[in-house]
């Protein structure tokens, strides 16, 4: 059974930082053909793709208003994915979920196939 485990969340004030981590259980998406990424979703917003990097070629995907400040990375001898936020604004406050799909070709921006059950990061300013 495949899971994703989201944890790092909490509470920042503005231009603080925080680190998310996403290990992945029950299939090993490092060794196949498959991205993993991060979304979010604010109360009353639609969820919107934050992040992600395909496991075998590494290419890499940010959204505008999260470039230049959200960093995505891999651990593969760990099966898990980092996001490193820096600089973090109120408008980043959401429910942060990490999610996977197989691709053999660019990560998709819609239909992910597994998800984790989110954490939430609160940025007060």
């Known amino acids: 059974q495949v899971q994703l485990v989201e944890s790092g969340g909490g509470s920042v004030q503005s231009g603080g930082s925080l680190r998310l981590s996403c290990a992945a259980s029950g299939y090993s998406f490092s060794s196949n053909s498959f991205c993993m990424g991060w979304f979010r979703q604010a109360p009353g917003k639609e969820r919107e793709g934050v992040a992600h990097i395909h496991m075998l070629t590494s290419n890499i995907y940010y959204s505008d208003s999260v470039k230049g400040r959200f960093t995505i990375s891999q651990d593969r001898a760990k099966n898990t994915v980092n996001l490193q936020m820096n600089l973090l604004k109120p408008e980043d406050t959401a429910t942060y979920y990490c999610?996977?799909?197989?691709?053999?070709?660019?990560?998709?921006?819609?239909?992910?196939?597994?998800w984790g059950q989110g954490t939430q990061v609160t940025v007060s300013s």
């Open positions: 999610a996977a799909v197989r691709s053999y070709g660019a990560c998709p921006r819609t239909a992910w196939t597994y």
